[in-house]
């Protein structure tokens, strides 16, 4: 009998019950089924500890657990990608042998901190990528043999690290540069590597063209004037410390500016202005209040057409001589005489001069004047008449549009720079120039040899193709192409090295003038 005030259980509600039971008890086991199991990719045979893996196409992204060796052989693949064995952190034997393998990861082995035996063997590989090392500690045993590595300046980084590190490397040798050929990389030195380079890239735009650019210094800053063709306004710009650029500082106003020359003559600054029209002047700087003011006129009867102007000191009196490239016009000398310029000298009436340079060789004075007209011509200075007279015809050479000098180890050297043909190099041979090397300039109106450090280049202006920076290669005595640039009908170059910063400024005729920073590079370091 039932109990007063209970009830029976009907049989559905008992079956539901059991139902509910029944499938949370399902439910249970499928929360605790065991994870499969990575079985062995098909191209590799595997046992309990390691895996050999041939003919395969790509690196196989599982294994099963536990592997601590893997050897990969006549692999489908050349490249080997950055962290392609990371999913397999337990490994400490990996040989991938007698491949094709060309090329590497610096990441690759990214994540194989427990690696001790390591085989690149017998596989195409011409270079390391630096660093490629970097993430193992206990790296032991590293075999490199049977592979074509090429000993420059990007092995240069291996060399170092086998000579500092631990790790046990068998034999490997050069296959190339010639002269490293068949060499033992571990004979090699890192200095046995020349990796340090250069590089002129462009640092600041300037948005006008000019026809001549010179640097100077004055009251502790560095400055740069720019004869600009469009305004004919000589403008001065001024070096920012804290910016590192250069920035507008001052605009002398003239009709026709095609040279702007500074010069510091007791503490203070005068800036000769050659024009083509309306007759060239000499302004002096004035402090209070900050301007140029013209105090005097060249003379319009000598000076025609300027196309360029030099200054230097002759027996501690300061000159200046335009080189006048009219036909009716004649280049001429100016000296300071604590008031102003006054005529010198005239030189050379009648040949269209286009340039001045003056030097000092063996202790006598000497002025080259290129013409348009005729082969440059050398004048001496004579010191009992204060007078330059003429010297010597430099070579048959006609066309020369510019010489510059430079001097490498107290040699003496010449570049012309000609439009039409080849520019030469010439050097001084006690009583003659020696021609010694012919570079290629078509359309070549400025020439400009600089130094920056150890290094002496010449820059070889272009109005048709690119301009070219070479480099003076001491073994061959004689300049290695070094950079093209891509700069407009350049006119004119100057270098100023500021905040440890190597600046060269190019004015272009046709496009904007261009600052370039000279970047030191280091080619191991890539």
């Not at 019950?17 to 590799?44: D, F, N, Q, W, Y």
């Not at 390691?50 to 196989?60: E, L």
């Not at 060399?159 to 490293?180: G, H, L, Q, R």
Request: aromatic fraction near 14%.
């Amino acid at each position: 009998m039932l109990n007063a005030g209970s009830r029976r259980v009907p049989g559905w509600l008992k079956l539901l019950s059991s139902l509910c039971l029944l499938l949370c008890l399902v439910g249970e086991t499928g929360a605790k089924r065991v994870p499969k199991i990575p079985r062995c990719p098909t191209t590799c045979s595997c046992t309990k500890d390691s895996a050999f893996c041939v003919d395969t196409k790509t690196i196989p992204k599982s294994f099963p657990p536990g592997i601590i060796s893997l050897t990969m052989v006549n692999a489908a693949f050349t490249t080997i990608p950055e962290g392609a064995f990371s999913h397999l952190h337990l490994l400490q034997f990996l040989f991938i042998e007698n491949n094709d393998i060309q090329a590497l990861s610096k990441h690759t082995f990214r994540g194989l901190k427990s690696l001790t035996h390591l085989s690149l063997s017998n596989n195409n590989l011409q270079l390391l990528p630096r660093e490629l090392f970097k993430y193992f500690d206990i790296l032991t045993d590293l075999d490199l043999r049977g592979n074509s590595f090429r000993c420059d300046c990007k092995i240069k980084w291996l060399v170092d690290w086998m000579e500092k590190s631990n790790t046990s490397v068998p034999a490997i040798y050069c296959a190339s540069p010639f002269e490293f050929q068949g060499r033992r990389i571990h004979d090699l030195t890192p200095r046995d590597f020349n990796c340090i380079s250069a590089d002129f890239a462009v640092y600041e735009t300037f948005p006008f063209q000019s026809v001549s650019v010179e640097s100077y210094e004055f009251n502790d800053d560095q400055f740069v004037a720019f004869a600009q063709p469009d305004t004919g306004f000589c403008t001065l710009f001024v070096w920012d410390h804290v910016e590192m650029v250069f920035r507008m500082y001052h605009n002398i106003t003239s009709r026709s500016a095609v040279y702007c020359k500074p010069v510091v003559i007791n503490n203070t600054l005068y800036m000769v202005v050659a024009q083509l029209f309306g007759g060239s002047h000499i302004y002096k700087w004035e402090e209070d209040p900050q301007r140029f003011v013209k105090i005097q006129d060249i003379d319009t009867t000598r000076v025609r057409k300027p196309n360029f102007v030099e200054t230097f000191q002759l027996d501690d009196e300061w000159y200046f001589a335009v080189a006048d490239s009219s036909k009716a016009g004649s280049t001429s000398i100016y000296r300071w005489n604590s008031n102003g310029f006054y005529s010198h000298q005239s030189l050379h009436p009648w040949h269209r001069d286009t340039h001045v340079e003056f030097l000092d060789v063996e202790g006598k004075q000497r002025l080259i004047l290129s013409s348009a007209s005729q082969p440059p011509v050398v004048y001496q200075w004579n010191r009992s008449l204060r007078q330059f007279a003429f010297h010597s015809q430099i070579t048959e050479t006609a066309d020369v549009q510019m010489v510059k000098h430079f001097w490498v180890r107290k040699v003496l050297y010449l570049c012309l720079t000609r439009f039409i043909g080849d520019s030469k190099i010439l050097r001084w041979e006690g009583q003659r120039y020696v021609e010694i090397q012919t570079l290629p300039s078509r359309g070549s109106m400025a020439v400009y040899p600089f130094i920056v450090g150890p290094r002496q280049y010449l820059l070889l202006g272009s109005d048709f193709s690119f301009s070219r920076v070479y480099l003076w290669d001491d073994l061959t005595q004689r300049f290695q192409l070094f950079q093209e640039l891509n700069m407009r009908a350049p006119r004119a170059f100057s270098l100023v090295s500021v905040d440890n910063k190597d600046i060269l400024l190019a004015a272009s005729f046709k496009g904007n003038t261009l600052a370039y920073q000279h970047l030191i590079v280091d080619l191991s370091a890539k």
